[in-house]
C-alpha cells in the first residue's frame, strides 16, 4: 500500500471538525458523577444489603426490655423483645409511597430503646398485632431515617421524653429476606459502576491522545 499524496486526500474528510476537548472532559465529568453517586447509594445502604441478604434467620431473644445492656446490642441484627410499649407518649408518621402509618414507642423501663410498627391503612383495630412481643430488626436511632429526627424533637419538647444520643429502634416485623430487592438494587448500582469505569478510562485515553484508535495515513491499494 502507498501512502496518498496531498491532492488525493478527500476534502469532506478534512473538513469535518476536529473533536472538541471540551465535550470529551464533560463526558468524563458526568461518568466520574454516576460512579461517585452509584458508589454513595452502595455505601448508603450497605447496611440493607447486609441484613436482608446475610442476617441470621433466626431472631436473638433479648429478654424483657427492662432487662436488656445496651452495650449487647448490635446493628443490623434480627431480635425479638417482651417490652411494654408507653402508647400515651407515641408518635405517628408516614413515609413517602408508603400505605399506612408509622407509630413509634418509647418502652417501659428502657429508655434507650422505641419500637417502631407499621400498620395498614384500615386494619380494623381488632386485626392489629398484639404488643408485648415485637421482632424485626435493631438499628441506631441515629440512621434510622430522617423522619426520626421530628420524632426525637417530639418526644424531648412535647411528651417530656428524653432520648439518649445511644438511643436504638427496634423495626418490628422487618425481618432478613424480606426484600429481596435489595440485593437487585446493589447488582444495578454495580453494573452501572463497572460499566462508567470502563467508560471513563476510554474517554480518558481519548483526551490524552485524540489521534488514538485513528489510523496513521490513508492509504489505497499499491
Known amino acids: 500500500m502507498g501512502r496518498m499524496r496531498d491532492d488525493e486526500l478527500d476534502a ?11 465535550r ?7 461518568t466520574v458523577t454516576v460512579m461517585i453517586l452509584s458508589l454513595g447509594l452502595m455505601v448508603l445502604y450497605r447496611g440493607d444489603l447486609r441484613y ?33 410499649p408507653m402508647a400515651a407518649r407515641a408518635v405517628r408518621f408516614r413515609r413517602l409511597g408508603s400505605s399506612g402509618v408509622f407509630r413509634v414507642y418509647p418502652v417501659a423501663g428502657q429508655s434507650r430503646i422505641l419500637v417502631e410498627r407499621f400498620i395498614e391503612d384500615g386494619t380494623p383495630a381488632g386485626r392489629a398485632k398484639p404488643h408485648g412481643i415485637y421482632t424485626g430488626r435493631m438499628v441506631r436511632m441515629s440512621r434510622a431515617g430522617s423522619a426520626y429526627k421530628s420524632v426525637r424533637a417530639y418526644l424531648e419538647q412535647q411528651a ?7 438511643a436504638w429502634v427496634l423495626i418490628d416485623g422487618e425481618a432478613p429476606g424480606d426484600r429481596y430487592w435489595t440485593v437487585a438494587m ?22 490524552a491522545d485524540p ?7 490513508l492509504g489505497t491499494p499499491g
Open 211 to 217: 489521534d488514538a484508535g485513528e489510523p496513521s495515513s
Open 186 to 207: 446493589y447488582a444495578m448500582l454495580l453494573f452501572f459502576f463497572g460499566f462508567n469505569a470502563v467508560i471513563l478510562v476510554r474517554n480518558t485515553r481519548k483526551i
Open 24 to 30: 470529551g472532559l464533560t463526558g468524563v465529568a458526568l
Open 12 to 22: 469532506d474528510l478534512l473538513a469535518l471538525p476536529t473533536p472538541s476537548r471540551t
Open 160 to 166: 417530656g421524653t428524653p432520648v439518649p444520643a445511644d
Open 52 to 84: 436482608f441478604f446475610f442476617a441470621d434467620r433466626s431472631p436473638r431473644d433479648l429478654g424483657a426490655a427492662d432487662q436488656v445492656s445496651v452495650g449487647t446490642l448490635a446493628e443490623d441484627e434480627y431480635v425479638t423483645l417482651r417490652a411494654m
